[in-house]
């Protein structure tokens, strides 16, 4: 047990830069260290974060569907419209994920329900599939920091 737990610290962990917090949706994600901020998106829901290699989007938005169950469905069902052929997917009443392949791409996305389950907050992270164990990593990060505040701007 114990050597598992020291190779376990010799892994490296990826360093996450800062926290970007939307205060329209109310939520916060730690971005990783070396992707660069694209803007605020005009809607003030979300923002791009980039490497030469990645994109992080990072976005809220409100449930349109009969629940947010049934949101991260339709959701799902977008990317695959997208082309983005789904491998994996787990869903509970207030988080869910999902991923896919498309050519040497890779997409994994990330819903937390806000709001009593009335918004969302999301992040779609896409690389290519050379960086895989490169961005393992990263992904279990952004999914542990994806998280409500202590509240929305439009909620009410």
Known sequence: M?????LLLLLPVPAFAADYVNVRYGYAISIPDGFAA????????????????AKLTVYGGNVMERDFESEVVA????????????????SAPDKASYSGKRGARILYARMVALCGGRQ????????????LQKFDPVVTGLVRSLRATDGSASCG
């Open 120 to 131: 969302f907050a999301a992040f779609e992270f896409e690389y290519s599939k050379a960086d």
């Open 38 to 53: 694209q803007g605020e998106s005009d809607n003030g829901d979300g923002q791009v974060f980039k490497t030469p290699t």
């Open 75 to 90: 959701r799902e069902r977008l990317a695959e419209q997208a082309g983005w052929g789904i491998t994996y997917n787990v």
């Open 2 to 6: 114990r050597l598992i737990l020291a």
